[in-house]
């Protein structure tokens, strides 16, 4: 049975972070098609805590000129040749630079007035147990969270309608992903919330939500990059191909948790995913290789500070998407120890 959510927004231990500590990253030009490579990757981040002088002979022994891998090199079929894959990459960067297709960097600071960095958290912590009782995709999770924030960039709410944007986000994005919830739709999203809310309320929400959007409802997110670069990665590592997805997939949902994580491109996010998910299942090895530095057109100093970023989440969260990842239906990625720091040579160009 799923809590109540106005019990934790009202509840004394719910306390506000400030968001005066987040700088706000410079508006990202949306790049041409053909010169996305160049796209603006300026973030902002916390402290990076990075071993300087940990040794690791098996990573200084290995050699920088790694040979790149071609993953489409034996793939027959005309959906997935590389010239196309790369196209669509490309438009995908392209379309993230889009600011109206992201929320602002700052909109607790700067719009809201009655909620606080930990309610939003709480939702979202929340959103993600009613996607598992009604097995929604991932994608549809990452395209609630991004409706959620780009409504309240431009949206001051309350306390007691927070919880209904939620469920409205979720059910438009179960609605633009073309989930089988079943019918009654309304019915099934009003009774989570135990019918706080009423049907119409939520019909009502659903288009003043879709109005503000401008109902562009298609958005690039994490789960969009995370599909070639999970391939990409399982080519080049040795570990189980099931449990690097694991790992990488419980990585990435981590950040939407996150406020401090909307500084990053989901580009980005999925990208230093991969990066922290390979070194948790192999310390004494690279993360980062030629082949996937060509894939995701990212060096590995510049993932250092959202790899970082990650890498607290993995260490210190509690949440539902740690316990959902404890399950052995996902290896138990979650319960695999990771390593207090990382080795700043690995971040080396």
């Known amino acids: 049975m799923f809590r109540r959510l106005i019990m934790f927004f009202t509840c004394s231990n719910c306390l506000s972070k400030s968001a005066s500590g987040y700088l706000k990253i410079p508006n990202i030009k949306e790049p041409d098609v053909v010169d996305v490579a160049v796209m603006e990757r300026t973030m902002i981040h916390p402290e990076i805590n990075i071993s300087e002088d940990m040794e690791n002979p098996a990573a200084v022994s290995e050699t920088r000129c790694d040979k790149i ?34 929320p602002c960097t700052d909109y607790m600071l700067k719009v809201q007035k009655d909620i606080t960095i930990d309610m939003r958290e709480i939702l979202i912590d929340w959103l993600v147990e009613v996607a598992e ?110 449990e690097l997805e694991c790992m990488i997939n419980y990585l990435a949902e981590l950040s939407l948790l996150d406020y401090n994580m909307l500084g990053y491109a989901p580009s980005m996010i999925a990208a230093s995913s991969v990066f922290l998910a390979r070194f948790i299942l192999s310390p004494s090895k690279r993360p980062w290789n030629s082949t996937l530095q060509h894939d995701t057109l990212y060096k590995p100093s510049e993932l250092l500070e959202c790899v970082n970023a990650l890498h607290r989440l993995c260490c210190y969260s509690v949440n539902s998407i740690v316990e959902k990842y404890s399950d052995h239906i996902y290896m138990y990625v979650a319960k695999k120890y990771c390593p207090t720091s990382i080795p700043g040579e690995y971040f080396q160009d």
């Open 133 to 242: 009782e009604f097995k929604l995709d991932s994608e549809t999770l990452y395209l609630t969270v991004n409706y959620i924030d780009r409504y309240l960039s431009g949206n001051s709410i309350n306390i007691e309608r927070l919880q209904l944007l939620g469920v409205t986000c979720m059910m438009i994005a179960s609605n633009s992903h073309y989930e089988k919830i079943g019918s009654s739709l309304v019915k099934k999203f009003c009774d989570v919330t135990a019918n706080t809310y009423s049907e119409d309320e939520l019909r009502q929400m659903e288009y003043t939500v879709g109005e503000f959007l401008e109902f562009d409802l298609t958005v690039p997110t994490v789960r969009c990059f995370l599909g070639r670069f999970v391939l990409v990665a399982q080519a080049v590592t040795q570990a189980l191909p099931v």
């Open 69 to 102: 891998v071609d993953v489409d090199e034996d793939d027959d079929n005309p959906q997935l040749r590389a010239a196309m894959i790369r196209n669509i990459y490309n438009n995908l960067r392209a379309f993230e630079a889009n600011a109206k297709k992201r």
